[in-house]
């Protein structure tokens, strides 16, 4: 599976913006997607999953109430909903695809636990 991230940019304070990310291959629907992030001098943290399920959506405690985890497992697309931004909220966001039988949300907010990385997309909130 490739990803390919998209979408990020600048934004102001209380902005909205969506990110995007396109994997290819055929067997998308079978993947669990994550977003992270990682902001300058910091490690790289989770900021929402989607199961293969397509109903089962995780976030972190940071976001939560603000952002946004989808999927169109017609177009192989994995999107990140980001309203209320927050000028904390600035990073380069990354998407992953995880194959596992594992159900835990848990399991799939820890970066080791993906099989495969997108390259990342900017986010800057900023006024």
């Known amino acids: 599976v490739q990803l390919q991230a998209s979408g990020g940019g600048l934004v102001q304070p209380g902005g909205s913006l969506r990110v995007s990310c396109a994997a290819s291959g055929r067997t998308f629907e079978t993947y669990h997607m994550g977003w992270f992030r990682q902001a300058p001098g910091k490690e790289r943290e989770f900021v929402a999953y989607?199961?293969?399920?397509?109903?089962?959506?995780s976030y972190a405690g940071s976001v939560k109430g603000r952002f946004t985890i989808s999927r169109d497992n017609t177009q192989n697309t994995v999107y990140l909903l980001m309203n209320s931004l927050k000028p904390e909220d600035t990073a380069v966001y990354y998407c992953?695809?995880?194959?596992?039988?594992?159900?835990?949300?848990?399991?799939?907010?820890?970066?080791?636990?993906?099989?495969?990385w997108g390259q990342g997309t900017l986010v800057t909130v900023s006024s």
């Open positions: 992953a695809a995880a194959w596992s039988t594992y159900t835990s949300t848990y399991y799939y907010s820890l970066p080791r636990n993906y099989d495969y």
């Open positions: 989607i199961g293969s399920n397509t109903r089962t959506t």
